[in-house]
């Protein structure tokens, strides 16, 4: 199993910042790919960025330029940059990775909890 917790979340003002993390616990499995994805009721889960096991990432483009995914300190670990904050990215914040057991090619979808981020205007 791949277990996905997520923390940084908060209230912040427009154009402020914030960091979120995921630390994941992955025995037996690979992951080939971390991404964030958020969630506002009433609305579809957005994809906001993605990173690969190779450093490639990709950028919905709502946050191109302001967010960064990158790898954490801690090993397992993924951040999401988030400057110049907008009232719109208002949602609650996932962590998603896509996993395979060691020796298998089939992708498997773990989600974290979430994690809520508020923008006050």
């Known amino acids: 199993q791949v277990q996905l917790v997520e923390s940084g979340g908060g209230l912040v003002q427009a154009g402020g910042s914030l960091k979120l993390s995921c630390a994941a616990s992955?025995?037996?499995?690979?992951?080939?790919?971390y991404s964030w994805y958020r969630h506002v009721p009433g609305n579809q889960r957005e994809f906001v960025a993605r990173l690969s096991s190779g450093g490639s990432t990709n950028y919905a483009d709502s946050v191109m330029g302001r967010f960064t995914i990158s790898r954490g300190s801690a090993e397992n670990t993924v951040n999401l940059h988030m400057n110049n904050l907008k009232p719109d990215d208002t949602a609650v914040y996932y962590c998603h990775a896509e996993a395979r057991r060691y020796g298998r090619s089939n992708l498997i979808d773990y989600w974290g909890q979430g994690t809520q981020v508020t923008v006050s205007s």
């Open positions: 992955r025995r037996g499995f690979i992951i080939d790919a």
